[in-house]
């Protein structure tokens, strides 16, 4: 326990920690974006998924405390990993060594602190009815919770869709370098597959904007009612 704690705690630990929840977080990312797409194949079939997930409360309470320590993991590198880099180097440069860094890279914390902001307002807004408590009592024809109805009212408010298409953008930021940044450390980003994977980072993370901000989109503009 004593040597995977010192592991864990080593600079070269904490990337690894960084690196494997980032990539079974981004799993979860992709993974729900093509749940939540089936709301464009109709009230029916996104309410039976929901229905479905819900029939395997073993499965749903696994996941959802996997979620927990993931995201508790990540955060946890993101900060010790930021403070050991300060500790290294207590005074700037006085060029800023960043200038060649992207944007991305120069504001993961910060963007990776708002994303976690965002994760917990869409949890009182669809999970635990913390925004509109109504929300968890619609039900559909069969009985079953409506989650169409749900995602469709909660989108109605223009102000709350904007506030997540505010969220999706920073996650898009976020992932455009933490995917590159994820291989990197787990040694895959090397030789030719440097460009390769971040083009892949760069797309999967524009693709997980435009497929996610499609949904409220869809709801401003009359497509889902
Ligand atoms: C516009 C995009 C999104 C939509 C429409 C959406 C929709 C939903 C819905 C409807 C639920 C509740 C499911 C239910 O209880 O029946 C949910 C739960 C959840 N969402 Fe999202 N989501 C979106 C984006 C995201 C993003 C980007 C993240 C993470 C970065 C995320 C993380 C979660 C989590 C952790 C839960 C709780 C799952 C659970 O334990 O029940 N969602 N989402």
């Known amino acids: 326990m004593n040597t995977l704690n010192r592991r864990c705690s080593s600079s070269l630990g904490k990337k690894y920690v960084m690196a494997v929840t980032g990539l079974a977080l981004f799993g979860f990312v992709v993974a729900h974006m093509v ?3 089936q709301i464009f194949l109709g009230r029916e079939i996104l309410n039976g998924y929901g229905a479905f997930l819900k029939s395997k409360p073993l499965l749903l ?3 959802r405390l996997g979620l927990i320590c993931l995201v508790s993991l990540h955060v ?14 207590p005074v700037a440069y006085a060029v800023q060594a960043s200038i060649s860094a992207s944007y991305a890279s120069r504001t993961m914390l910060m963007s990776g602190l708002i ?16 925004v509109d408590p109504e929300f ?3 039900r559909d024809g069969a009985g079953r919770h409506d989650v169409y109805r749900m995602v469709v009212a909660g989108f109605s408010t223009p102000i709350v869709s904007i506030f997540y298409f505010v969220g999706m953008a920073l996650l898009c930021l976020h992932l455009s370098h933490g995917v590159s940044a994820l291989f990197q450390s787990l040694g895959l980003r090397t030789g030719h597959w440097v460009r390769a994977i971040d083009l ?12 996610n901000c499609s949904i409220p989109l869809a709801v401003l503009i009359g497509l889902l009612k």
């Open 35 to 37: 749940g939540n797409l």
């Open 61 to 63: 309470w696994g996941a």
């Open 76 to 89: 946890w590198a993101a900060i010790r990993l930021t403070q050991d880099n300060r500790a290294a180097r």
């Open 115 to 130: 994303v976690a902001s965002f994760i917990v307002f869409h949890l009182m807004h669809f999970t635990l009815g913390g």
């Open 136 to 138: 968890l009592e619609f």
């Open 200 to 211: 892949f980072a760069k797309a999967a993370a524009l693709t997980i904007f435009v497929g």
